[in-house]
């Protein structure tokens, strides 16, 4: 995929997520199965405290989700929750416990992976945010991240560099020992969906003037709701690509964990858990 088609693939998820925020939410408002297993994981780990404090940095927030979750399973942790958005009217609304620090960003991480160069190692746990602290220069208080998720969003970075690079700069906000937890979709595991997906990705192209050529091995286009010219970029993971993934971590983080979880038959979703070294 060509740097003008990837920026191209971004605008049209922008735009998706603008125009069907509403609709959007009210399809978005159960946690994932896989979520508790991560959790499970956080506590086991010892990486996640039950009582005390814990600093939690959610990028792809959305509709806040994954922060009214943690709400419900750790009533007793003080929270100081990052979440990270390019559409804010989808947390528009939504009320948090009153002892929570929380912190919402406006940010569109996929352009600014795919606007800048990311280059050098990875920062030090607890130093600058990288990529993140650059476009807007803040930090995560208290420094690096106890927990850091990426849930239901690598599906719309396009470009395979694009997502070692936003996988390496999650890591980067972890702090040593802490968990970097993100899923990656798996749309053609299922039958119903992928046939979809097909259909919905030879509609898209022609009405965007794209070629199948100009796409990458496992990225589709798929519609929403039966709604007209409505599209948006999804890329399907197999398992030797999930494979490079956790390559690209080594020297910096243990693979803690990796399962399959969500959906009807329990694989929509695959999970990478993370320990910061």
Known sequence: MTPEVARRMNRLNESFYRDNARSFDQTRQTAWP????????????????????????????GNLRLARYLAERLPGVRVSYHGIDSCPMLARGVRLPEGWD?????????????????????????????????????????????????????????TTEARRRLLQELLSYTRTGGLCCVSLWRPMSDRRIARRARESTRAGLRSLGLSEKELDKGDYLLGWQGRPDTWRYCHHFDEEEIDRLVRAAQGTAELTARFCADGKAGDLNSYLVLTRS
């Open 102 to 158: 929380v912190t919402l960003q406006d940010l569109d991480v996929v352009g600014t992976l795919l606007d800048k160069k990311l280059e050098g190692d990875l920062e030090a746990p607890g130093e600058d945010l990288g990529v993140l602290e650059e476009d807007l220069g803040v930090r995560l208080e208290g420094g690096a991240a106890d927990l850091v998720a990426c849930f239901g969003f690598f599906h719309h970075v396009p």
């Open 34 to 61: 896989g979520w508790e297993r991560c959790l499970c994981i956080g506590h086991t780990t010892g990486a996640l405290p039950r009582y005390g404090g814990v600093r939690v940095l959610d990028v792809a927030s």
